[in-house]
Structure formats: structure tokens, C-alpha cells
């Protein structure tokens, strides 16, 4: 593969935030390309596909996703979930990165009340689960009650770079932003509130 997990290709890749299928193609990154190209005879239909990517410099200690246990588009009322409300074919989706922080998945059934912090509590107490998570370009599959968590850079000297894709097919047609994003966000410890 053309993109490995240098730090210079890495910061190479593009941010893109909700992107359709064309638009993805066309900004013509060696790994972006070759995600896609494992996927794109397995979408239905590319007006259904939206496309993330995101990249992220990190110090040791640093998630560059969500942390805690969580569903992606669940609807919620505030902080509570509404599980009454998620359609388990809304979506199915693919994920997988380059560099240090795997996305971890659980197979967790949710008791259909509470929010993500009390349903990420559970998942952590209950030392009966198992934890999967992909190696660095393996493709790992989700839809909407799977649940998962970003994991923070291990310890180790200087800054750790980072890339994630998330490729959506929805079961709805979409409307898409198709932008290219300059800016990311990391996730850090509260007691590391300052720099």
C-alpha cells in the first residue's frame, strides 16, 4: 500500500466530513482509494454512502475519538438515549485507521433507559465482555447497536499521528456537506485541563 504509517503520510490525508462517494474519489489519497475500493462493489447505492475521515497528532494519554461506550446517530433526549427509537437497519458502516488508537467494539445489550454515561459504567463493570477491535487498515463493520469506544496513545516519547475513516451506507438517500475540514478535536483526561 502506497500510505503506510509514517507520520508524513499520515498528515497527508485529507479530513473529510460527510462526503459522498465521488467526492471522496476525488481527492485522490492512496489510502482513502484503497478503503473505498475494498467497499464500493458492496454499496447498494452511493447516493445511501457518507464518508469520514479524520486526523490526529497525540500525546500519550490522548483519545482522538470519542472515549467512552457509545452508539454513532442515536437519537437521545438531552443525555438520554432513546432506544425506542433506533432502527437496527438504519445503517450499516465500516471503520478502520492507520497509526496507534484502535476503535474497540462490544457486544453489549443495552437495557433501553439511561444515558451514555451510565451505559458506558455498565459495560466497564461487567468483566464478562469481551472487547474486539481491528488491526491498523483491517476494515471492522458496525451498525447502529454496536457498541464502541475510541482508545487513547499509549505512552511513549514525542507525538503520535493518527487517521480514521468511517464509510456509512444509510438506508435513506442523503444530502451531503462535501467538505474538507482543517481543524480536528482530541479528547484528553479532565485532570490534564490546561497545556
Same mark, same amino acid.
Given at each position: 500500500m502506497a500510505v503506510t504509517s509514517q507520520h508524513t503520510s499520515i498528515r497527508d490525508i485529507p479530513q473529510l466530513f460527510d462526503c459522498d462517494v465521488e467526492t471522496a474519489y476525488g481527492f485522490v489519497n492512496p489510502w482513502v482509494d484503497s478503503v473505498l475500493d475494498r467497499l464500493y462493489d458492496g454499496f447498494d447505492r452511493a447516493d445511501h454512502v457518507r464518508i469520514d475521515t479524520r486526523v490526529s497528532m497525540l500525546a500519550a494519554g490522548w483519545w482522538p475519538c470519542i472515549p467512552g461506550w457509545h452508539l454513532d446517530f442515536a437519537p437521545r433526549d438531552g443525555r438520554k438515549?432513546?432506544?425506542? *427509537?433506533?432502527? $437496527? =437497519?438504519?445503517?450499516?458502516?465500516?471503520?478502520?485507521?492507520?497509526?496507534?488508537?484502535? @476503535?474497540?467494539?462490544?457486544?453489549?445489550?443495552?437495557?433501553?433507559?439511561?444515558?451514555?454515561?451510565?451505559?458506558?459504567?455498565?459495560?466497564?463493570?461487567?468483566?464478562?465482555?469481551?472487547?474486539? *477491535?481491528?488491526? $491498523? =487498515?483491517?476494515?471492522?463493520?458496525?451498525?447502529?447497536?454496536?457498541?464502541?469506544?475510541? @482508545?487513547?496513545?499509549?505512552?511513549g516519547p514525542g507525538m503520535h499521528w493518527r487517521a480514521f475513516i468511517r464509510i456509512v451506507e444509510f438506508a435513506k438517500p442523503q444530502t451531503f456537506a462535501n467538505e474538507e475540514r482543517n481543524q480536528t478535536q482530541v479528547y484528553i483526561p479532565s485532570e490534564h485541563g490546561g497545556w
Open positions: 438515549i432513546l432506544f425506542d *427509537q433506533i432502527d $437496527p =437497519d438504519a445503517y450499516r458502516a465500516w471503520t478502520t485507521y492507520l497509526g496507534p488508537c484502535p @476503535t474497540q467494539f462490544v457486544d453489549h445489550d443495552a437495557c433501553g433507559v439511561g444515558t451514555y454515561e451510565d451505559h458506558s459504567k455498565a459495560i466497564e463493570a461487567d468483566e464478562s465482555l469481551d472487547y474486539c *477491535q481491528g488491526a $491498523p =487498515d483491517e476494515l471492522m463493520s458496525f451498525g447502529p447497536l454496536s457498541w464502541h469506544r475510541g @482508545t487513547a496513545a499509549k505512552v
